[in-house]
């Protein structure tokens, strides 16, 4: 790992350094020619940058995670991914993406391999962050601090130390963003590229899909060339639509999951009442069970419910397991998705009421958040594998019950509780856009306004169809962070800042 984070920095230190000349704002900078400089002074300025000291904070951080904990995190959903990944079907609950990065390392036997990979995506992914920024004359400082959640929370790391796809799903929904925004006139192949990672990072976590939507969306508005719209949306929807027809061939319906109606169904049992609903005879047994049907005094009593929408697809009673067929047959989401939508259509208030709870929980959460988040930080003894999945874990390289080596894993229990993201600078960091919009009374800056909709998209949505989880809200935090450090810079908000190699308009508007 030590050697291709040399890499990295010596990438970025390859980067013409950013001076501001006698007169400018401090904002408005632009590239001195320092490609003359000799290696070595261009390497040691590098050094001494701020990015240098975080990236090999991050190093270091990584470094003890794998020194503290030998082995991978297994969680819930990877026994699914393991599954999927010793056999590449299309699974009915998400898509084959993250199953397809495991496969690369089956022959290994190595969860830590995995985990090693895993831990170089999350400081790419920070990298990334601070030479998109830079490249748009954000501060030094200001830049850094946007890569420093993906650097140095705690949170990320035990993600990226855990076999779940959201470390995959980040780098690459990042990558394309990245991508897009490397030059203001986004040409063909960055088109394609760009969406070429978006397309990946939905097959990866189905989620992707209104990302994909959203991206396609901003392309027309932007007013790209035609030949730049047509390879981005042929990038973007012909692995999906070669994905759908394989799903279709082992399933039966074209889709990348048939999961969609189950989540819905399922976070609709929060609030449903089926007094309200009136659904026909045969949706009728999707009510939810009888005390959560009854009412309180307060009409809105199911706000302080603390069953979590996984606990109803999980439960063995279930109206799903009842059916002939397999659970999560294509038939079963049908039924599940009428239910859903006919439940927030009667209750359209209850449903945002829920919404609002749980994303209130995500950015306004206790800090430090090692009560609120236990699942997601290290534990003194890292969780082991269930009895019944040993042999499956066996493939990856466990063996026996996982154990955390002091001192390594002391330090991090400790990281952990001094340093965090605190949950109301992620809230700073979506509301200061829309905040600074409104106040200079002008639109947020087109490179401000593509992150910042993935950013919300990512995090409603997580919250709308699935469940509340700092593990589904994580790969909204870069997004919003790029969105907050372009939205705060003057020589954006003002339309002066010059991308390297770049034409200088706020607004693209090339034609065919």
């Not at 056999?87 to 995995?114: D, Q, T």
């Not at 990226?160 to 897009?180: I, K, N, Q």
């Not at 508005?221 to 279709?248: D, E, I, N």
């Not at 206790?366 to 969780?383: G, I, Q």
């Amino acid at each position: 790992m030590p050697r291709k984070v040399k890499g990295m920095l010596k990438m970025v230190s390859s980067f013409p350094v950013i001076r501001a000349h006698p007169g400018r704002a401090f904002g408005d900078m632009e590239a001195d020619g320092s490609g003359s400089t000799p290696l070595k002074s261009r390497f040691l300025a590098a050094a001494r940058a701020p990015i240098a000291l975080a990236v090999i904070a991050a190093v270091l951080l990584r470094s003890t995670a794998m020194l503290g904990y030998r082995q991978a995190f297994w969680y819930g959903d990877t026994t699914a991914y393991v599954t999927d990944a010793l056999r590449i079907v299309p699974n009915p609950w998400r898509p084959a993406g993250y199953s397809v990065f495991l496969r690369i390392f089956l022959h290994f036997h190595s969860s830590a391999l995995v985990v090693a990979a895993q831990h170089l995506l999350g400081l790419a992914t920070g990298i990334l962050i601070y030479a998109l920024l830079r490249r748009w004359q954000v501060r030094p400082v200001l830049a850094v601090a946007a890569a420093l959640p993906v650097l140095l929370d705690p949170r990320q790391l035990v993600i990226e130390h855990a076999l779940l796809s959201e470390t995959l799903f980040t780098c690459l929904v990042t990558g394309a963003v990245v991508v897009t925004l490397w030059r203001r006139r986004l040409t063909p192949p960055m088109a394609a590229g760009a969406g070429l990672l978006l397309a990946a990072a939905t097959l990866t976590r189905s989620i992707g899909l209104p990302l994909v939507v959203l991206f396609l969306g901003l392309l027309l508005a932007r007013r790209v060339a035609l030949r730049t719209l047509l390879a981005a949306a042929a990038t973007c929807l012909v692995p999906l639509g070669a994905y759908g027809l394989w799903f279709q061939a082992h399933n039966g319906v074209f889709a990348l999951g048939s999961n969609d109606g189950m989540l819905l169904w399922s976070r609709t049992m929060s609030f449903a009442d089926c007094s309200k609903i009136r659904p026909p005879a045969e949706l009728i047994p999707l009510c939810p069970p009888e005390p959560h049907r009854a009412a309180a005094t307060w009409p809105w009593n199911f706000l302080l419910d603390t069953k979590r929408p996984q606990e109803y697809l999980t439960d063995q009673n279930a109206w799903l397991y009842r059916r002939p067929g397999p659970p999560l047959s294509p038939e079963n989401n049908s039924l599940a998705r009428n239910f859903a939508l006919r439940a927030i259509v009667a209750q359209p208030v209850d449903y945002a009421l829920i919404i609002l709870r749980d994303l209130t929980d995500t950015l306004v959460r206790r800090d430090p958040p090692v009560h609120a988040d236990a699942a997601f930080l290290f534990p003194a003894v890292s969780a082991g594998v269930p009895p019944e999945q040993a042999e499956l874990a066996r493939t990856y390289g466990y063996s026996g019950a996982p154990r955390a080596v002091t001192p390594f894993s002391t330090f991090l229990e400790r990281y952990e509780y001094w340093i965090f993201l605190p949950g109301l600078m992620l809230l700073l960091a979506f509301v200061a856009p829309v905040a600074l919009m409104l106040r200079h009374k002008r639109r947020l800056p087109t490179s401000a306004l593509m992150p910042w909709l993935m950013a919300v998209a990512l995090l409603v949505l997580a919250v709308a169809t699935n469940q509340n989880s700092y593990r589904f809200a994580l790969p909204a935090v870069p997004l919003a962070c790029i969105a907050f450090a372009l939205s705060v810079t003057p020589a954006v908000r003002n339309g002066t800042a010059r991308a390297r190699g770049t034409i200088h308009t706020d607004q693209v508007r090339s034609h065919a």
